[in-house]
């Protein structure tokens, strides 16, 4: 079966950097666009970025873009979220998904996701 495993997440100062992995297996990881999303408290899930199979395109939200940089090495069938800049209302829990639609600049909901990790606790401390 399909496991997205998240790691990285820990406190960290406002205006720091952090660097977010997922592990895959169960799938053919470089047929798949992954994303990063976020849930604050109290909150919706939030889309952060997608990252095509290739690797070669990716999109970001608004509030992220500049900061954040998705990447992945399909070798290790891991896909990354660095981030740096941090703000305290970076503050949630990241979560990596994955689907096997190509990736598309439209594709920020959740429900366009079919797999899901766990999640890592991601706080900026002001």
């Known amino acids: 079966q399909v496991q997205l495993v998240e790691s990285g997440g820990r406190l960290v100062q406002t205006g720091g950097s952090l660097r977010l992995s997922c592990l895959a297996s169960?799938?053919?990881?470089?047929?798949?666009?992954m994303g990063w999303f976020r849930q604050a408290p109290g909150k919706g899930r939030e889309f952060v970025g997608g990252n095509s199979g290739s690797g070669s395109t990716t999109y970001y939200a608004d509030s992220v873009k500049g900061r954040f940089t998705i990447s992945r090495d399909n070798a290790k069938n891991t896909v990354y979220l660095q981030m740096s800049s941090l703000k305290p209302e970076d503050t949630a829990v990241y979560y990596c998904a994955a689907d096997f639609a190509p990736l598309r600049a439209t594709m920020t909901s959740p429900r366009e996701y079919n797999y899901w990790g766990q999640g890592t606790q991601v706080t900026v401390s002001s």
């Open positions: 169960g799938l053919a990881f470089s047929r798949y666009t």
